[in-house]
C-alpha cells in the first residue's frame, strides 16, 4: 500500500519560496499507475488543487497559481517536490501530496498526513 | 475551471439517521465525481469514486450517485464515526475542483 510524507519548513516569510518534498513509500513513483499532486486547504476552509506530475515529469498546473508554482520529481529518491515562488499570507494552509489514480477517474486514493505551512515575517 | 457546488452546506443529524448531500458542477462531468470524509486535523478521505464506485474498505451504508451536473452522496444509518466534513471533487478536467464541503454534526 502507498504511502505518502510530506515535509519541508513550516514557516516561510513573505515574498518567498515555499519548498516541499513528498516521499513515496510502499510503492515506485516510476509504477505509471499515478499522477503525483499537492492539494492545499487553509484553516477552517476548502480544498484548493495546486497540480500534479507524472514520472516523465509532464505537469498540469491550477492556472491560479501557474505563474509561482513549479512541481518535480527525483524518481531516484521516490520523491516529488513543490516549489511556490513570492509567498503571502493567503498561501498559509496545510499541504497534501496525494496520489491520483490514472485508471481509476483521477481519484486521490492515497493521501499524506499533510504539512501546516505558514507564511510569516 | 468546473465549478462545483454542495448543499446543505452543514446538517445536523442522529445516530441512525438517512444523510443525503448533494453535489452540482458547472458543467457535465459525465461520472467522473468522487466524494471524501475529513475530519478535524486529518487528511481527506476517499469514500466514492466515478460517482457510484464504492472505495475498498469503506461501509457499504455509503453510495453515490448521479451523472452529468447531478449527483448525491447518502449515508444510509449515520454512525458516531461518520460526523465529519465531506467534499465532492470533480476529476473530469483540470484543475480538478472540490465543493465547498458539508459538516455533518451531532443533533
Known amino acids: 500500500q502507498v504511502q505518502l510524507q510530506e515535509s519541508g519548513p513550516g514557516l516561510v516569510k513573505p515574498s518567498q519560496t515555499l519548498s516541499l518534498t513528498c516521499t513515496v513509500s510502499g510503492g515506485s513513483i516510476s509504477s505509471g499507475s499515478y499522477y503525483w499532486s499537492w492539494i492545499r486547504q487553509p484553516a477552517g476552509k476548502g480544498l484548493e488543487w495546486i497540480g500534479r506530475?507524472?514520472?516523465?515529469?509532464?505537469?498540469m498546473y491550477n492556472p491560479s497559481l501557474k505563474s509561482r508554482v513549479s512541481i518535480s520529481v527525483d524518481t531516484s529518491k521516490n520523491q516529488f517536490s513543490l516549489k511556490l515562488s513570492s509567498v503571502t499570507a493567503a498561501d498559509t494552509a496545510v499541504y497534501y501530496c496525494?496520489?491520483?489514480?490514472?485508471?481509476?477517474?483521477?481519484?486521490?486514493?492515497?493521501w499524506g498526513q499533510g504539512t501546516q505551512v505558514t507564511v510569516s515575517s | 475551471d468546473i465549478q462545483m457546488t454542495q448543499s446543505p452546506s452543514s446538517l445536523s443529524a442522529s445516530v441512525g439517521d438517512r444523510v443525503t448531500i448533494t453535489c452540482r458542477a458547472s458543467q457535465s462531468i459525465t461520472n467522473y465525481l468522487n466524494w471524501y470524509q475529513q475530519k478535524p486535523g486529518k487528511a481527506p478521505k476517499l469514500l466514492i469514486y466515478t460517482a457510484s464506485s464504492l472505495q475498498s474498505g469503506v461501509p457499504s451504508r455509503f453510495s453515490g450517485s448521479g451523472s452529468g451536473t447531478d449527483f448525491t452522496l447518502t449515508i444510509s444509518s449515520l454512525q458516531p464515526e461518520d460526523f465529519a466534513t465531506y467534499y465532492c471533487q470533480q476529476s473530469y478536467s483540470t484543475p480538478f475542483t472540490f465543493g465547498p464541503g458539508t459538516k455533518v454534526d451531532i443533533k
Open positions: 496525494a496520489t491520483e489514480d490514472i485508471y481509476g477517474g483521477g481519484r486521490s486514493d492515497y
Open positions: 506530475i507524472y514520472t516523465s515529469g509532464s505537469t
